[in-house]
Structure formats: C-alpha cells, structure tokens
C-alpha cells in the first residue's frame, strides 16, 4: 500500500529561524518520486522541490531543501530562513512509478512568528 | 503563460443538480487528473487521464464523471450533487505519468452544495 504520513498538524518557527517538516512514505515500488508542496492561505497549491529516489543527492531549490533517507522512508523538508510568506499548509507527496497516481499527506500548517 | 486554468472558482448547487467543472492546461501535458481536498484528509484522486480518450478511475470516483476528447481539456461532471461533494476541486497536469514528473495545479473551485 502507498501512504504518505505527516505528523505534525502545526509547526511555529521564528523568522529567520530554520525549522524542518517531516514526512514518511510507504511504498514498495522501487521507483518514485517524493515533492513538496506550499499552499497559501489564497488556496493555490505552489510545487516547491522534487527528490527521486535514485538520487543520491539532497535536492536544494533556494531555501528549501529535502532531507532524504531512503532507508528510513523519510523525506523532510527544511526550510532555512523562514520569512513571514513562509506561513501556510505544506504536503509531501510521493508519485510511484507505477499506478498513475499521486499520494498526499494530510500537510502541516507552519506559521512564522515575527 | 496560463498553465492549468479551472472554471468556476466558486460554485453553490443545490442537492440534485449536474454540473461541469471546466479544467484547461496549455503546456501539453499527456496526465490530467481531479482531486478534492477535505479538511484533514489531504488531497484524494478523483479521476485521471493518460492522454486523449483514455481515462481511468481514482481513489474517490463516485458520484463523477470525466472525458477527455482533447489533450488541454479534462472537465469533470457531477452527476447529481450531494452535500458530501462539498469540498475545494483541483485539476492538475504533467507531462506523462512518469514518477519524475511534477504535477503542476489549478488554482482550486470551492464548490458548496446545499
């Protein structure tokens, strides 16, 4: 079965502070594709950053980056220097290879704090 | 550069009535696919479609219906709404299904019915 889990419904930084939103996956395809997604309080849903898994690398998109371990099944996000416009819902998604579907979490509401 | 545009933004139906959410995305994207969002469930896949008159079931399909004569178009139709269809509507799209392919959103139809 596909799940992805999100287990913090909200999160609080400080600006300018970093802060880290987890994700879990589950999966047996060997291939897939793992994203993040912003969605402001206006509703749209914004892509952010994309990490395969067979890259070996972290994926970085300016301030954002993926914290991905394989072995764990965890694909977090980091954002550094958190600014105000930072404050929305936030979802991991994973594409398997196979099946034609995207699975979502159920996101993390982050609010940044003056 | 339009993307993925869906018509109507916000619609109110009354239960019973049929109506048609309009998606068009000019990026020619062979995927197309409808999901609702719900509070606390994340987002569900209603229907998607590969590429022109190919299209396949969901997680979420009843009570909804889609066609797609044309690679921009995918509209979705609500048979006969129900209270339970009340929920935010997006169509998103990517170049293939391929795991590596992001999929890129609507701008999201708030749709009530009463």
């Known amino acids: 079965a596909q799940k992805i889990t999100q287990t913090q419904p909200g999160m609080f930084v400080q600006e300018k502070e970093a802060v880290t939103l987890d994700c879990t996956y589950d999966?047996?395809?060997?291939?897939?594709?793992l994203f993040w997604y912003k969605q402001p309080s206006s509703g749209e849903m914004i892509f952010l950053i994309y990490?395969?898994?067979?890259?070996?690398q972290n994926a970085t998109e300016g301030r954002y980056s993926l914290n991905f371990q394989k072995a764990r099944k965890s694909a977090n996000l980091v954002i550094s220097a958190s600014q105000l416009g930072d404050s929305a819902m936030y979802f991991c998604?994973?594409?398997?290879?196979?099946?034609?579907?995207?699975?979502f979490g159920t996101g993390t509401s982050l609010t940044v704090i003056p | 550069n339009a993307g993925v545009t869906q018509t109507p933004k916000f619609q109110v139906l009354k239960t019973g009535q049929s109506m048609t959410l309009q998606c068009a995305q000019d990026?020619?994207?062979?995927?197309m696919s409808w999901y609702r969002q719900d509070p606390g469930m994340g987002l569900r896949l209603i229907h998607y479609?590969?590429?022109?008159?190919?299209?396949d079931q969901g997680e979420v399909p009843n009570g909804y219906n889609v066609s797609r004569s044309t690679t921009e178009d995918f509209p979705l139709r609500l048979l006969s709404a129900a209270p339970s269809q009340t929920s935010v509507y997006f169509c998103?799209?990517?170049?293939?299904?391929?795991?590596?392919?992001?999929?890129?959103f609507g701008e999201g139809s708030w749709l009530t019915v009463v």
């Open positions: 998103a799209s990517s170049y293939t299904e391929y795991s590596g392919n992001t999929i890129y």
């Open positions: 999966t047996s395809d060997q291939s897939y594709g």
């Open positions: 990490q395969g898994s067979y890259d070996e």
């Open positions: 998604a994973m594409r398997p290879n196979t099946g034609n579907q995207f699975y």
């Open positions: 990026m020619n994207h062979e995927y």
């Open positions: 479609s590969v590429g022109a008159g190919i299209t």
